[in-house]
């Protein structure tokens, strides 16, 4: 944690009491400011009070008194309401922010350099990666944000120490400052109306992201959705603006439409690279992952080798598609985190000889819309209370048995794969479902998984696989 020197002897509210919110009320005060911490739940304010944080109830507080009032990103800002707070602090007329708004500031004129990713889907793998760029380039570099690590948890400003940081779209809202020195835009599909409104509403707040762009910085966008392209075309900042497509070639930006990302300028090509044999990164979708990861490390100054060899080193992220061992050619994936349909679409498209591990509570339609991938399936694994259903669906498609549990699943998916000998072979758990009839959580299930797997006698497994974090700090 480092002081946020920038609030000294200001008076500002601090609401919503989780982790973002107690780091930034423990930097500010530690900075000088005079903070008054608050939270609708009176187990946080407790819990915060024996931490030694400076309570004061901002129900009862003239917020005229008040120079600041910092928002936890969850709480309501505009839609479906404003919260109680937002309300006092605009009949006040007192700015309304968040934790990433005070690190700007913090960060402005200290030499470090900021990369702030935003988008629908990919946030966190994306940011991970170009953390990863940077720290086996062996650059100095921090990774937080909403990947999880609070801003102020972060360590201090200084020059040239690289900052990647994965920003929702409610932390944009709350920061206003936002300059970042490469600014990245991966996709944007409808999310989060509930919140903003409407997708217009939605599409705006993660155009801010570049807003404040000057000559010199970099804005990485995603054009394969219209909103994209509509960014880029009304962007006039003086920045950088560098396209990114993975559906189609593009003469100026980057473009992956068949997993070779080339970096083109009016039709020619300034550097390619093979992005289909990246161990971590596989399919479209993590193709443009690594394309917009790219992108940020050419923009703060990595070179093509430094890039593709931190691409090639790159773990991936814990239960997304996370290759963890493989036995006789065979390799074993965790895909825990794919809860529904369309995340499973995105690791059974890419893969062609697989064992699939599949079953839980299933979510709204079930696994219908990915009946064109049955023809990849050598075997499904059925487990948990989605199984009949799945098996209904699955009909004669595509082998199946009922496995019940995970372990099962395992040791048999494993005994098959193996006895086919199949090139190309991957054990797949991608559930499809949501994990709570027999795990709290996907990341439960996804560690049953890496435990079973660990189990099977000769398997070799990896880094990651046992249980070592390749996540740059």
Same mark, same amino acid.
């Given at each position: 944690?480092? $002081?946020?020197?920038?609030?000294?002897?200001?008076?500002?509210?601090?609401?919503?009491?989780?982790?973002?919110?107690?780091?930034?009320a423990?930097?500010?005060?530690?900075?000088?400011?005079?903070?008054? +911490?608050?939270?609708?739940?009176?187990?946080?304010v407790?819990?915060?009070?024996?931490?030694?944080?400076?309570?004061?109830?901002?129900?009862a507080?003239?917020?005229?008194?008040?120079?600041?009032?910092?928002?936890?990103?969850?709480?309501?800002?505009?839609?479906?309401?404003?919260?109680?707070t937002?309300?006092?602090?605009?009949?006040?007329?007192?700015?309304?922010?968040?934790?990433?708004?005070?690190?700007?500031?913090?960060?402005?004129?200290?030499?470090?350099?900021?990369?702030?990713?935003?988008?629908?889907?990919?946030?966190?793998?994306?940011?991970?990666?170009?953390?990863?760029?940077? &720290?086996?380039?062996?650059?100095?570099?921090?990774?937080?944000?909403?990947?999880?690590?609070?801003?102020?948890l972060?360590?201090?400003?200084?020059?040239?120490?690289?900052?990647?940081?994965?920003?929702?779209?409610?932390? *944009?809202?709350?920061?206003?400052?936002?300059?970042?020195?490469?600014?990245?835009?991966?996709?944007?599909?409808?999310?989060?109306?509930?919140?903003?409104?409407?997708?217009e509403?939605?599409?705006?707040?993660?155009?801010?992201l570049?807003?404040?762009?000057?000559?010199?910085?970099?804005?990485?966008?995603?054009?394969?959705? %219209? /909103?994209?392209?509509?960014?880029?075309?009304?962007?006039?900042?003086?920045?950088t603006?560098? $396209?990114? %497509?993975?559906?189609?070639?593009?003469?100026?930006?980057?473009?992956?439409?068949?997993?070779?990302?080339?970096?083109?300028?009016?039709?020619?090509?300034?550097?390619?690279?093979?992005?289909?044999?990246? $161990?971590?990164?596989?399919?479209?979708?993590? /193709?443009?992952?690594?394309?917009?990861?790219?992108?940020?490390?050419?923009?703060?100054?990595? %070179?093509?080798?430094?890039?593709?060899?931190?691409?090639?080193?790159?773990?991936?992220?814990?239960?997304?598609?996370?290759?963890?061992?493989?036995? =006789?050619?065979?390799?074993?994936?965790?895909?825990?985190?794919?809860?529904? &349909?369309?995340?499973?679409?995105?690791?059974?498209?890419?893969?062609?000889?697989?064992?699939?591990?599949?079953?839980?509570?299933?979510?709204?339609?079930? *696994?219908?819309?990915?009946?064109?991938?049955f023809?990849?399936?050598?075997?499904?694994?059925?487990?948990?209370?989605?199984?009949?259903?799945?098996?209904?669906?699955?009909?004669?498609?595509?082998?199946? *048995?009922?496995?019940?549990?995970?372990?099962?699943?395992?040791?048999?998916?494993?005994?098959?794969?193996?006895? =086919?000998?199949?090139?190309? +072979?991957?054990?797949?758990?991608? $559930?499809?479902?949501?994990?709570?009839?027999?795990?709290?959580?996907f990341?439960?299930?996804?560690?049953?998984?890496?435990?079973?797997?660990?189990?099977?006698?000769?398997?070799?497994?990896?880094?990651?696989?046992n249980?070592?974090a =390749?996540?740059?700090?």
């Amino acid at each position: 944690m480092f $002081p946020a020197r920038t609030f000294a002897n200001k008076k500002v509210g601090v609401f919503g009491l989780a982790r973002s919110g107690t780091a930034c009320a423990e930097a500010l005060r530690l900075g000088g400011a005079q903070v008054f +911490a608050w939270d609708d739940d009176a187990q946080s304010v407790e819990k915060a009070k024996q931490e030694g944080l400076a309570i004061g109830d901002l129900r009862a507080m003239d917020f005229a008194k008040l120079d600041s009032l910092v928002l936890s990103p969850g709480v309501p800002l505009t839609h479906p309401k404003p919260h109680w707070t937002v309300e006092k602090a605009k009949a006040a007329g007192v700015e309304i922010i968040g934790d990433t708004e005070i690190f700007q500031r913090e960060i402005k004129d200290s030499g470090a350099k900021l990369v702030a990713i935003t988008g629908t889907n990919g946030k966190s793998t994306t940011t991970a990666l170009a953390g990863h760029l940077f &720290a086996s380039a062996g650059r100095d570099v921090d990774v937080g944000g909403n990947i999880g690590t609070a801003v102020f948890l972060l360590r201090q400003p200084v020059k040239d120490r690289v900052y990647v940081l994965e920003l929702s779209s409610f932390q *944009i809202d709350l920061t206003p400052s936002l300059k970042p020195d490469a600014g990245i835009l991966i996709n944007i599909t409808p999310d989060h109306l509930d919140r903003h409104g409407t997708i217009e509403n939605y599409v705006a707040v993660k155009a801010r992201l570049f807003a404040r762009q000057t000559a010199g910085d970099t804005a990485i966008i995603g054009v394969d959705e %219209s /909103w994209g392209e509509d960014i880029v075309r009304k962007l006039d900042t003086g920045a950088t603006v560098l $396209p990114v %497509s993975v559906e189609r070639a593009l003469d100026n930006g980057l473009s992956a439409p068949e997993g070779i990302l080339e970096e083109r300028r009016d039709g020619k090509e300034l550097a390619s690279l093979d992005l289909r044999q990246l $161990p971590a990164l596989k399919g479209r979708h993590n /193709w443009q992952n690594a394309a917009m990861a790219y992108a940020a490390g050419r923009a703060l100054g990595l %070179s093509l080798a430094d890039i593709r060899q931190g691409l090639m080193s790159f773990a991936g992220l814990a239960h997304r598609m996370q290759e963890i061992g493989r036995l =006789d050619g065979v390799a074993f994936v965790n895909d825990s985190k794919a809860t529904n &349909a369309d995340a499973a679409a995105k690791a059974l498209s890419s893969f062609d000889e697989i064992y699939w591990i599949a079953g839980g509570i299933a979510k709204a339609g079930g *696994i219908t819309p990915l009946s064109s991938f049955f023809p990849k399936i050598r075997r499904a694994y059925l487990i948990g209370q989605a199984a009949d259903e799945f098996a209904q669906t699955i009909g004669g498609k595509a082998p199946f *048995i009922k496995t019940g549990t995970l372990d099962k699943a395992v040791e048999a998916a494993a005994q098959d794969a193996i006895k =086919d000998g199949r090139s190309g +072979a991957v054990v797949l758990l991608s $559930p499809a479902c949501a994990s709570f009839d027999h795990y709290r959580n996907f990341e439960v299930r996804g560690d049953a998984f890496v435990k079973a797997v660990a189990a099977l006698p000769g398997i070799r497994m990896t880094e990651r696989g046992n249980g070592h974090a =390749d996540k740059p700090q």
